[in-house]
T-cell receptor, first 113, second 120 residues
Framework: QKEVEQDPGPLSVPEGAIVSLNCTYS??????FMWYRQYSRKGPELLMY????GNKEDGRFTAQVDKSSKYISLFIRDSQPSDSATYLC?????????????FGKGTKLSVIP | GAVVSQHPSWVICKSGTSVKIECRSL??????MFWYRQFPKQSLMLMAT?????????EQGVEKDKFLINHASLTLSTLTVTSAHPEDSSFYIC????????????????FGPGTRLTVL
């Protein structure tokens, strides 16, 4: 079993839909959780950063963490064609000196006008 | 804030030549920088971690003599692909982390825009 599981998609939704992206993980030592957005041929861009269970909202984006279930989600409201990208979840163990991140494989999202 | 640049954005070279890729943190001091490789439709593969002023730590399976990493200052790291071959063609991405300015930047990795290397 991989440490972080993420459905690669592709996921195609109509403009205006609510998008739900998810990752599960097996290592309970992960305490910091991130979502990155990567456009084609570009580097990943940090979208959300959370370190506790619960919800964190930023504009149209909501990150949700459920540590008891080892499950994290990213919700995108009123999705736009510009949201079409690959979304990577990432997580980190606190106190790990190298500050390495463990990534999911990424979910490719297409928002159709 | 937390901007990371890479240069060049793309490079084409002949087999056997060496290529240097620069990674710079523009508005913060990066105590740790990371180098990744990404193949089409795949996730990021960590190649090495470098701390300013010390030798890089390479991931298993990454040849340190082929992928030379130098992190000589708090704002610059370089990756040199030596004697490049077509199988080295890939998208190389760096990231940087700063623990100094946590009040300004979130304590995580910030990525550069990537460098596409094509070896003929």
């Amino acid at each position: 079993q991989k440490e972080v599981e993420q459905d690669p998609g592709p996921l195609s939704v109509p403009e205006g839909a609510i998008v739900s992206l998810n990752c599960t993980y097996s290592n309970s030592a992960f305490q910091y959780f991130m979502w990155y957005r990567q456009y084609s041929r570009k580097g990943p861009e940090l979208l959300m950063y959370t370190y506790s269970s619960g919800n964190k909202e930023d504009g149209r984006f909501t990150a949700q963490v459920d540590k008891s279930s080892k499950y994290i989600s990213l919700f995108i409201r009123d999705s736009q064609p510009s949201d079409s990208a690959t979304y990577l979840c990432a997580m980190r163990i606190p106190g790990a000196g190298s500050y390495q991140l463990t990534f999911g494989k990424g979910t490719k999202l297409s928002v159709i006008p | 804030g937390a901007v990371v640049s890479q240069h060049p954005s793309w490079v084409i070279c002949k087999s056997g030549t060496s290529v240097k890729i620069e990674c710079r943190s523009l508005d913060f001091q990066a105590t740790t920088m990371f180098w990744y490789r990404q193949f089409p439709k795949q996730s990021l593969m960590l190649m090495a971690t470098s701390n300013e002023g010390s030798k890089a730590t390479y991931e298993q399976g990454v040849e340190k003599d082929k992928f030379l990493i130098n992190h000589a200052s708090l704002t610059l790291s370089t990756l040199t692909v030596t004697s490049a071959h077509p199988e080295d063609s890939s998208f190389y991405i760096c990231s940087a982390r700063s623990w100094v300015e946590l009040a300004v930047h979130t304590d995580t990795q910030y990525f550069g825009p990537g460098t596409r290397l094509t070896v003929l």
